[in-house]
C-alpha cells in the first residue's frame, strides 16, 4: 500500500504520509495552526488545547499536533467554532496568568507564545482567577528561575527532560489548582539530577522558565550571529545574541535547522562569560630573560616555539617530544596536528585529549 495520500485541508488537496499529524502537514503546506504544547522532539501530548480543528465525521474538534492522517481526510483549521474555541481557551489562561497593564501576558527573556495568540484572537475577558499555583523553594542553581505565574502546564519542560535529555529532574507536581513543575521533594536542580543543559526554557512556549543571567527581552537592536561552540569538537550551532556590542546571551538556533537540532549544554549555553572576560588572552606572551611575560607578535611567538621545539629534538631526539591537541579542535586541526608531529618532527607521540 502506497505509504502516501491525499488529504483536504480548508478545501486543497494536500499530500500526506503515513504517521503525519494535521499540524505536520498543514505546516508543510504553509497552513498556521497556533500551537503551544507541541514540540517536533517530543511525544504529542495533546495538552494546551490550542491547535484543536474540525476533523469531517468528528463531532468534537481534535488536536492537530496529536491526531492523525488518514486517506480523504477532510480538515478546517479556521471557522467560526474554531474562532470562539480560541478565543474562550486564551481568556480562560489568561485569567490567571501574569499581565501587563495592558492586560496582555508578560515576556520575560524567553518571550511569551500565549501573548503572540492574544494578539491574533482576542481572548474572552473572564474574572481573574487567584490560582494557589506553588512555586518552588528558593533555587541556589546559577542559570535557571521558575516563574509559576506564567507557566500554562503544557508539560513541554518536563517532557523534554525525560525523552531529550533522558534525565527526568523535573516533573509536575501536585494537583488540581496547586498543579506546578517541580522536582522530587521540592530539592533545589543543583539536589537533582539536572544537569543544567537548559533545553527545558527554550522548549516553554511562555517564558516561564527563565534565564537568571537574561532574564528580560535584549533591546530591538540586538542581532543575532550564528556561530560553531567552541567548547568541544562536536561542532554544536550556537546563535549568539549581540547587544552593544556584547554577547549577551546565546541559544540554540530553531529546531531541525543544525545538527545539535535546538539542544546545548550548559557549557555551549551559559559559559559564554569568557567571550568579554578581563583576564582573556587576545595576544601572544612570550618569557623574558627577567622572567615576566611580554606580548608578542603572532611571528615571535611561533618563531620562539619551533625553535625551542628544534632544539629539544637536535638534543634528545624527536621521540623526547610529544604533541597533544585539544578537544576543542576541528578535525582539520587535528589532522594538522598530527602532520606536524609525524611529518615535520618525525615522532608518533601525537594525542588528543577527548581520545581517552
Ligand atoms: S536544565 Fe536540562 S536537565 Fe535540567 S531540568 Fe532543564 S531540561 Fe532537565
Ligand atoms: S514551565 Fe513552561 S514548558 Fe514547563 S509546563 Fe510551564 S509553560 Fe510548559
Ligand atoms: S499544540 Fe496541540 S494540544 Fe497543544
Same mark, same amino acid.
Given at each position: ?18 504517521? /503525519? ?118 533555587? #541556589? ?55 543544567? *543543559? ?21 533591546? #530591538? ?7 560553531? *561552540? ?5 561542532? *554544536? ?58 606580548? #608578542?607578535?603572532?611571528? /615571535? ?56
Amino acid at each position: 500500500m502506497s505509504d502516501t495520500f491525499k488529504i483536504r485541508i480548508n478545501g486543497k488537496p494536500c499530500e500526506a504520509r503515513t504517521g /503525519e499529524t494535521v499540524v505536520d502537514v498543514a505546516r508543510r503546506e504553509g497552513v498556521d495552526i497556533p500551537t503551544l504544547c507541541h514540540d517536533t522532539r517530543l511525544e504529542p501530548a495533546g495538552a494546551c488545547r490550542v491547535c484543536l480543528v474540525e476533523v469531517e465525521g468528528q463531532r468534537r474538534m481534535q488536536p492537530g499536533c496529536a491526531w492523525h492522517v488518514q486517506p480523504d481526510m477532510v480538515v478546517t483549521t479556521e471557522s467560526e467554532r474554531i474562532e470562539r474555541h480560541r478565543s474562550v481557551l486564551y481568556g480562560m489562561y489568561l485569567a490567571d496568568h501574569k499581565l501587563d497593564d495592558g492586560g496582555l501576558p508578560v515576556v520575560t527573556g524567553n518571550g511569551n507564545d500565549l501573548r503572540r495568540l492574544a494578539e491574533q484572537t482576542p481572548p474572552l475577558v473572564l474574572e481573574p482567577v487567584d490560582a494557589p499555583r506553588r512555586g518552588r523553594p528558593m533555587d #541556589a542553581n546559577p542559570y535557571i528561575a521558575f516563574d509559576p505565574e506564567l507557566c500554562i502546564l503544557c508539560a513541554r519542560c518536563t517532557r523534554y527532560c525525560d525523552e531529550v535529555e533522558a534525565v527526568n529532574a523535573i516533573t509536575l507536581a501536585w494537583r488540581g489548582s496547586e498543579t506546578t513543575i517541580s522536582t522530587a521533594g521540592e530539592r533545589g536542580l543543583l539536589d537533582t539530577t539536572c544537569e543544567l *543543559c537548559g533545553g527545558c526554557i527554550d522548549t516553554c512556549p511562555t517564558g516561564a522558565l527563565i534565564e537568571k543571567k537574561s532574564p528580560l527581552p535584549l533591546s #530591538a537592536a540586538a542581532e543575532t550571529v550564528r556561530s560553531t *561552540c567552541n567548547f568541544c569538537g562536536v561542532g *554544536c550551532q550556537v546563535d549568539l545574541h549581540v547587544d552593544d556590542g556584547r554577547v549577551a546571551k546565546v541559544s540554540s538556533p530553531p529546531v531541525g535547522e543544525t545538527l545539535n537540532d535546538g539542544n546545548l549544554c550548559v557549557k555551549g549555553r551559559f559559559a559564554y562569560d569568557f567571550v568579554h572576560h578581563e583576564d582573556r588572552l587576545t595576544v601572544p606572551l612570550i618569557r623574558g630573560e627577567d622572567g615576566e611575560l611580554h606580548e #608578542a607578535t603572532w611571528d /615571535e611567538a611561533i618563531r620562539r616555539t619551533a625553535e625551542g621545539l628544534l632544539g629539544v629534538k637536535q638534543r634528545h631526539g624527536a621521540d623526547a617530544l610529544g604533541f597533544v591537541s585539544s578537544s576543542r579542535c576541528t578535525g582539520e586541526e587535528n589532522y594538522l596536528m598530527q602532520k606536524l608531529s609525524r611529518a615535520a618532527f618525525g615522532t608518533n607521540n601525537v594525542h588528543q585529549c577527548a581520545a581517552t
